[in-house]
């Protein structure tokens, strides 16, 4: 886990020189005022109608920040910081986030005696950081040796910290360790004593392991490849945009290094029995990392924000890498339902896996997905209500907004929270709503980010607009903090707003809301069952369903007309809506997200650990002889390729089987307390051609889709043909797209599937891609038709989902039982059945089988798996097709 990431180097927002008064600013711009460069103010929206008299389309214009900014001081918090502790005086001071920590602090000297105050309050005496300033030998000495102490971060994310901390006072989290960064940087502290101290300190009084990387490698890792490249793609801000930095890598070293130190870490304090959680975007090779060192490591890994559809994901360059890294953790969760699809979807197309709903088949494991959203601490934010400070706050606003409205929002000052969108649209919203001017205030905390300031301008500029048009002595529309306020003023202007405004433009939850509506109970002074308006755009949006205002931030027509909703909505409905969006609120806390990650995790990891082939015993001869010789009605469903005989290439026809293969099987049908069914995926004509020397042996063709009984002459049409006469011209249409562009490809038709052989393609690698984007979609075209398509080696199999071996295998038993007559029904027509197979689709048959031990129908059930997956089966054999036709021989010789 990251608990924090550190405090950064601070900027001084300089004040542009210009004020333009608006009634002047309609009649003579643009021509008076000097454009800027880099700045594009926003336009007013007009909804189609004119811009009203008085306001400015300010195109071009210098700008003045709004009245209410507050600039940020010019320091830098330095201090080691645990995870936040909420009730900290220092909680809310967030700091800017610097732009490299390369350089290192002044001597005290240079510092002057505000910065120097500031810096004693963050923990470390009498040293900053501006960034500003070079580094030098004298610099690090100084900072080496300067007293420190350890206080709390707030950066980070709180609503994990706050989730873990719940789990662990309730009791249901005994020992844990953090393992995080240091919130400064420490490339002065290498080699020290002090280091060692603080390391030493973190581990015996904490219980956490500081990660230390070069200052390089943090600020490469953080400021460049998180911030600039994957926060950006993850929330949609797509690399199509001439400003992207996607396709850019030259941070992607700094992104490895530092989740290789995080492994490191890991792997070394690792003892057998430990879950490892791995959390968000800024991690996610660590799973991978950690998993190539600890094979059988416990692995969650939790990704916080958006996953984005896989449009925008496949054009990271580095995606590959970072889907691998992700699937090295035996769980991955996402907070809600559409992000786990976007992955699953992402991994089938990028990485050539098979997805399921459930997960991700590797060639070699299983990895589960799921979607579990976060929640908040109820019961610390109570404790924190009851805090005077919150009351007095209360109390201050009550007074100073005094028969106003309040509309709330605290936000990130970054392109994706959408801070701009919601500007304009609460000035369309005043524009048209004459009554509500004088009467309605928008107080807006943001928070500094190390986004360009060009988003800054913009929103300053639309402050300033606001602001300029309907202000008075009295009165201020917009009340805008561009800084963070403390834990009490948060917490007392989320009970006294009368609305709480969300437009951002991605948003992974979004927790704000949620502390919200807790403290919407009217009680400490605070208001009732105030309105959300909150953008379909976030995680928590799909989760409230509907008693929200649910607005698309681009839509400002939409989002002006929800703000006067919000504020007109008739007593009665704020009711019913806040009741309904508090029960979903105080159902899905922070401890029990976690709670269920935890056991959620466990329980995936003993179910892939019993599948997994090493932990398989081998299948022994001297037990199975004895369970063959004890029954008396058997049943043996076999594979064919892989497992009775050695591959060959799929796509061409095999005139004869091995004799040898023939031999044991009409061995053991000499034995007429046998039943034996061979499956395959190959047409019924082949199989019959090729089995045409074994009497009384059935067949199971196409993997399900045809079946012939033993004895009989005659295939059985197991699918509809109908509906597969109907997916196979859409089906076409789509494989031969790809055929056009991937040379040296070619398209095999079956009866009930079709199959895409790339094998003999002219670039392999491009026609393996050509082959993931065709199976990704046929699967998204297609799914209504109930079939699908399945990424194998050099080929793509399309075929129905509702006829498979494990369809064929229940009707054979089935039928075996309705031929003992009508009074059997209770009776298993079979005391010994085995499975033998090596691919994917014999698992479900191996699953199959043994859950008919397991209830206790079929006395001796053997599934035996061939390949080195992870498995159903309950015994594996490793010496393939000749280990397969030794034992079958050995049970044809008994007697
Ligand atoms: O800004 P970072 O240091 O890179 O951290 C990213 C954000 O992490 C937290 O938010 C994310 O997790 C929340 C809880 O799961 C979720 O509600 C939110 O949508 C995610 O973005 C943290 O709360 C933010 O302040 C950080 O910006």
């Given at each position: 886990?990251?608990?924090?990431?550190?405090p950064?180097?601070?900027?001084?927002?300089?004040?542009?020189?210009?004020?333009?008064?608006?009634?002047?600013?309609?009649?003579?711009a643009?021509?008076?005022f000097?454009?800027?460069?880099?700045?594009?103010?926003?336009?007013?929206p007009?909804?189609?109608?004119?811009?009203?008299t008085?306001?400015?389309?300010?195109?071009?214009l210098?700008?003045?920040?709004?009245?209410?900014?507050?600039?940020?001081?010019?320091?830098?918090?330095?201090?080691?910081?645990?995870?936040?502790?909420?009730s900290?005086?220092?909680?809310?001071?967030r700091?800017?986030q610097?732009?490299?920590?390369?350089?290192?602090?002044?001597?005290?000297?240079?510092?002057?005696?505000?910065?120097?105050?500031?810096?004693?309050?963050l923990?470390r005496?009498?040293?900053?950081?501006?960034?500003?300033?070079?580094?030098?030998?004298?610099?690090?000495?100084?900072?080496?040796?300067?007293?420190?102490?350890?206080?709390?971060?707030?950066?980070?994310?709180?609503?994990?910290?706050?989730a873990?901390?719940?789990?662990?006072?309730?009791g249901?989290?005994?020992?844990?360790?953090?393992?995080?960064?240091?919130?400064?940087?420490?490339?002065?502290?290498?080699?020290?004593?002090?280091?060692?101290?603080?390391?030493?300190?973190?581990?015996?009084?904490?219980?956490?392991?500081?990660?230390?990387?070069?200052?390089?490698?943090?600020?490469?890792?953080?400021?460049?490849?998180?911030?600039?490249?994957?926060?950006?793609?993850?929330?949609?801000?797509?690399?199509?945009?001439?400003?992207?930095?996607?396709?850019?890598?030259?941070?992607?070293?700094?992104?490895?290094n530092?989740?290789?130190?995080?492994?490191?870490?890991?792997?070394?304090?690792?003892?057998?029995?430990?879950?490892?959680?791995?959390?968000?975007?800024?991690?996610?090779?660590?799973?991978?990392?950690?998993?190539?060192k600890?094979?059988?490591?416990?692995?969650?890994?939790?990704?916080?924000?958006?996953?984005?559809?896989?449009?925008?994901?496949?054009?990271?360059?580095?995606?590959q890498?970072?889907?691998?890294?992700?699937?090295?953790?035996?769980?991955?969760?996402?907070?809600?339902?559409?992000?786990?699809?976007?992955?699953l979807?992402?991994?089938?197309?990028?990485?050539s896996?098979?997805?399921?709903?459930?997960?991700?088949?590797?060639?070699?494991?299983?990895?589960?997905?799921?979607?579990?959203?976060?929640?908040i601490?109820?019961?610390?934010?109570?404790?924190?209500?009851?805090?005077?400070?919150?009351?007095?706050?209360?109390?201050?606003?009550?007074?100073?907004?005094?028969?106003?409205?309040?509309?709330?929002?605290?936000?990130?000052l970054?392109?994706?929270?959408?801070?701009?969108?919601?500007?304009?649209?609460?000035?369309?919203?005043?524009?048209?709503?004459?009554?509500?001017?004088?009467?309605?205030?928008?107080?807006?905390?943001?928070?500094?980010?190390?986004?360009?300031?060009?988003?800054?301008?913009?929103?300053?500029?639309?402050?300033?607009?606001?602001?300029s048009?309907?202000?008075?002595?009295?009165?201020?529309?917009?009340?805008?903090?561009?800084?963070?306020?403390?834990?009490?003023?948060?917490?007392?202007?989320?009970?006294?707003?009368?609305?709480?405004?969300?437009?951002?433009?991605?948003?992974?939850?979004?927790?704000?809301?949620?502390?919200?509506?807790?403290?919407?109970?009217?009680?400490?002074?605070?208001?009732?069952?105030?309105?959300?308006?909150?953008?379909?755009?976030?995680?928590?949006?799909?989760?409230?369903?509907?008693g929200d205002?649910?607005?698309?931030?681009?839509?400002?027509?939409?989002?002006?007309?929800?703000i006067?909703?919000?504020?007109?909505?008739?007593?009665?409905?704020?009711?019913?809506?806040?009741?309904?969006?508090?029960?979903?609120v105080?159902?899905?806390?922070?401890?029990?997200?976690?709670?269920?990650?935890?056991?959620?995790?466990?329980?995936?990891?003993?179910?892939?650990?019993?599948?997994?082939?090493?932990?398989?015993?081998?299948?022994?001869?001297?037990?199975?002889?004895?369970?063959?010789?004890?029954?008396?009605?058997?049943?043996?469903?076999?594979?064919?390729?892989?497992?009775?005989?050695?591959?060959?290439?799929?796509?061409?026809?095999?005139?004869?089987?091995?004799?040898?293969?023939?031999?044991?099987?009409?061995?053991?049908?000499?034995?007429?307390?046998?039943?034996?069914?061979?499956?395959?995926?190959?047409?019924?004509?082949?199989?019959?051609?090729?089995?045409?020397?074994?009497?009384?042996?059935?067949?199971?063709?196409?993997?399900?889709?045809?079946?012939?009984?033993?004895?009989?002459?005659?295939?059985?049409?197991?699918?509809?043909?109908?509906?597969i006469?109907?997916?196979?011209?859409?089906?076409?249409?789509?494989?031969?797209?790809?055929?056009?562009?991937?040379?040296?490809?070619?398209?095999?038709?079956?009866?009930?599937?079709?199959?895409?052989?790339?094998?003999?393609?002219?670039?392999?690698?491009?026609?393996?891609?050509?082959?993931?984007?065709?199976?990704?979609?046929?699967?998204?075209?297609?799914?209504?038709?109930?079939?699908?398509?399945?990424?194998?080696?050099?080929?793509?199999?399309?075929?129905?989902?509702?006829?498979?071996?494990?369809?064929?295998?229940?009707?054979?038993?089935?039928?075996?039982?309705?031929?003992?007559?009508?009074?059997?029904?209770?009776?298993?027509?079979?005391?010994?059945?085995?499975?033998?197979?090596?691919g994917?689709?014999?698992?479900?048959?191996?699953?199959w089988?043994n859950?008919?031990?397991?209830?206790?129908t079929?006395?001796?059930?053997?599934?035996?798996?061939?390949?080195?997956?992870?498995?159903?089966?309950?015994?594996?054999?490793?010496?393939?097709?000749?280990?397969?036709?030794?034992?079958?021989?050995?049970?044809?010789?008994?007697?």
């Amino acid at each position: 886990t990251l608990p924090g990431t550190p405090p950064r180097g601070a900027r001084t927002e300089k004040a542009q020189p210009a004020l333009i008064k608006p009634e002047k600013a309609a009649e003579s711009a643009p021509s008076l005022f000097q454009p800027v460069a880099n700045i594009t103010p926003p336009h007013t929206p007009t909804e189609g109608q004119k811009p009203l008299t008085g306001f400015v389309n300010e195109d071009g214009l210098r700008v003045l920040p709004p009245l209410d900014t507050t600039t940020t001081a010019a320091t830098t918090a330095t201090g080691i910081r645990a995870p936040a502790d909420r009730s900290s005086p220092t909680w809310g001071g967030r700091l800017d986030q610097p732009m490299s920590r390369a350089s290192s602090p002044p001597p005290p000297s240079l510092i002057d005696a505000s910065l120097q105050h500031k810096a004693k309050e963050l923990g470390r005496q009498g040293v900053t950081q501006p960034s500003v300033l070079t580094r030098s030998e004298s610099h690090d000495r100084v900072f080496a040796q300067a007293d420190w102490k350890i206080v709390n971060a707030d950066q980070g994310n709180g609503g994990l910290r706050n989730a873990v901390e719940a789990a662990a006072r309730e009791g249901n989290l005994e020992e844990y360790t953090w393992v995080g960064t240091l919130g400064m940087p420490t490339d002065a502290l290498q080699g020290t004593q002090q280091l060692q101290d603080i390391e030493d300190k973190f581990a015996t009084e904490y219980d956490m392991l500081p990660v230390f990387c070069s200052d390089k490698d943090f600020d490469g890792h953080y400021s460049h490849y998180c911030k600039q490249i994957l926060w950006p793609v993850f929330h949609y801000q797509i690399p199509d945009n001439p400003k992207s930095k996607a396709y850019e890598d030259h941070s992607w070293k700094f992104y490895v290094n530092v989740n290789q130190a995080f492994a490191d870490k890991i792997v070394k304090n690792w003892k057998k029995g430990d879950t490892i959680w791995v959390h968000d975007y800024h991690l996610l090779l660590v799973p991978g990392m950690v998993r190539k060192k600890i094979p059988s490591a416990k692995i969650g890994f939790f990704l916080h924000v958006a996953f984005p559809s896989s449009e925008i994901f496949r054009c990271l360059a580095t995606r590959q890498q970072l889907l691998e890294g992700m699937v090295g953790a035996n769980l991955i969760g996402f907070h809600i339902h559409e992000y786990a699809r976007h992955f699953l979807q992402t991994c089938s197309r990028l990485l050539s896996a098979e997805a399921t709903p459930d997960g991700i088949q590797l060639e070699d494991r299983f990895v589960d997905v799921i979607n579990l959203p976060i929640g908040i601490d109820p019961v610390s934010l109570s404790l924190h209500r009851e805090e005077p400070e919150v009351q007095k706050w209360i109390d201050t606003m009550r007074e100073r907004y005094a028969g106003k409205k309040l509309i709330v929002a605290r936000d990130k000052l970054d392109h994706v929270r959408g801070v701009r969108q919601k500007l304009l649209s609460y000035e369309l919203f005043l524009n048209r709503n004459p009554e509500w001017r004088g009467q309605v205030v928008l107080i807006q905390v943001a928070l500094s980010t190390s986004e360009k300031s060009e988003l800054d301008a913009a929103v300053s500029d639309i402050v300033t607009r606001v602001n300029s048009l309907w202000a008075n002595l009295a009165y201020q529309p917009v009340v805008y903090l561009k800084q963070d306020i403390d834990y009490a003023q948060y917490l007392a202007l989320l009970s006294i707003a009368d609305a709480l405004m969300i437009t951002s433009q991605r948003e992974g939850m979004n927790l704000t809301s949620h502390e919200y509506l807790f403290c919407q109970d009217g009680k400490f002074g605070g208001k009732k069952h105030g309105s959300l308006i909150l953008s379909e755009f976030t995680g928590t949006a799909s989760m409230f369903n509907g008693g929200d205002l649910s607005v698309n931030p681009w839509d400002y027509n939409q989002c002006a007309r929800a703000i006067k909703q919000a504020l007109e909505m008739e007593e009665e409905e704020k009711t019913r809506r806040w009741e309904q969006l508090s029960k979903q609120v105080n159902s899905h806390t922070g401890s029990t997200w976690f709670m269920n990650l935890m056991s959620r995790l466990d329980r995936v990891y003993d179910e892939q650990l019993r599948q997994d082939q090493t932990s398989v015993p081998r299948l022994s001869i001297g037990p199975l002889t004895q369970q063959y010789k004890r029954s008396q009605r058997r049943l043996m469903i076999l594979d064919y390729e892989g497992t009775l005989v050695n591959w060959g290439p799929v796509n061409k026809i095999i005139p004869v089987s091995p004799q040898r293969t023939l031999d044991v099987l009409n061995d053991l049908l000499l034995d007429d307390r046998n039943t034996i069914y061979v499956m395959s995926g190959r047409r019924p004509e082949e199989l019959d051609r090729l089995f045409r020397r074994v009497s009384n042996l059935g067949l199971i063709a196409e993997n399900g889709c045809f079946l012939k009984d033993c004895g009989s002459n005659t295939w059985t049409e197991m699918a509809d043909s109908d509906q597969i006469r109907s997916w196979k011209e859409s089906v076409k249409g789509i494989l031969t797209y790809y055929l056009e562009r991937t040379p040296g490809a070619e398209i095999e038709e079956r009866r009930c599937s079709l199959i895409f052989h790339y094998k003999s393609a002219e670039d392999y690698e491009s026609a393996m891609r050509q082959a993931t984007d065709c199976a990704s979609h046929i699967n998204d075209a297609c799914e209504e038709q109930r079939v699908h398509a399945i990424p194998l080696d050099g080929c793509v199999l399309v075929e129905p989902i509702d006829w498979t071996k494990t369809t064929a295998a229940q009707r054979i038993f089935s039928d075996l039982r309705s031929h003992m007559g009508p009074d059997a029904t209770h009776i298993s027509p079979v005391d010994f059945l085995m499975v033998v197979g090596d691919g994917r689709e014999d698992e479900k048959v191996f699953k199959w089988a043994n859950s008919l031990h397991e209830d206790g129908t079929v006395h001796e059930v053997v599934t035996v798996s061939l390949g080195d997956r992870n498995t159903e089966a309950k015994a594996t054999l490793t010496q393939g097709v000749s280990g397969v036709l030794l034992t079958l021989q050995k049970l044809a010789q008994i007697a």
